[in-house]
């Protein structure tokens, strides 16, 4: 038996053809996935992704209370450690990077402003974040245990 053309298909056979291509292209677009409110969504290579503990094993440090550095309390700092600090809304604090070994994560209120902030102790990086989304809501970010080419992999929790 000899194969038919799209031709002797007829039109039935033309619209199977450009439904296939069109998919064929949509399957090969350049832009790349998006999720909640239009934001993209990344590929990750999972080679570079390691699952070391339970989310929330290490628990993120929600508005902390804050004191002086010469608050008697206050027998984990030195003058030498390091701190992630920030200026918010005029109001400047630090965040001494021996809290965030335990914490990896704070989640703080400034005045009205919501921030998040992330070390990782593995890579020595710090990173600040407004966790505010238009049209979403505000983050609670929290650790989930996994590291991506050693570094902390946050979520909202």
Wanted: negative net charge; hydrophobic residues 40%.
């Amino acid at each position: 038996m000899k194969g038919r053309t799209i031709r002797e298909h007829g039109r039935l056979g033309r619209i199977a053809l450009g439904s296939a291509m069109i998919a064929l292209l949509a399957a090969c677009q350049d832009t790349p996935p998006t999720g909640v409110g239009g934001a993209p969504l990344c590929d990750l290579d999972s080679d570079l992704l390691i699952s070391s503990l339970a989310p929330n094993a290490i628990p993120a440090l929600n508005e902390p209370p804050m004191v002086a550095p010469d608050d008697p309390t206050v027998d984990y700092l030195r003058e030498s450690d390091r701190v992630l600090g920030v200026v918010v809304e005029g109001e400047a604090r630090a965040y001494p990077h021996n809290i965030f070994w335990w914490h990896e994560i704070v989640n703080d209120r400034i005045g009205d402003t919501w921030i998040s902030l992330t070390f990782c102790p593995l890579t020595g990086s710090g990173l600040g974040f407004d966790p505010e989304l238009e049209g979403f809501g505000r983050l609670d970010l929290g650790v989930s245990g996994l590291l991506f080419a050693n570094n902390l992999v946050m979520y909202d929790r």
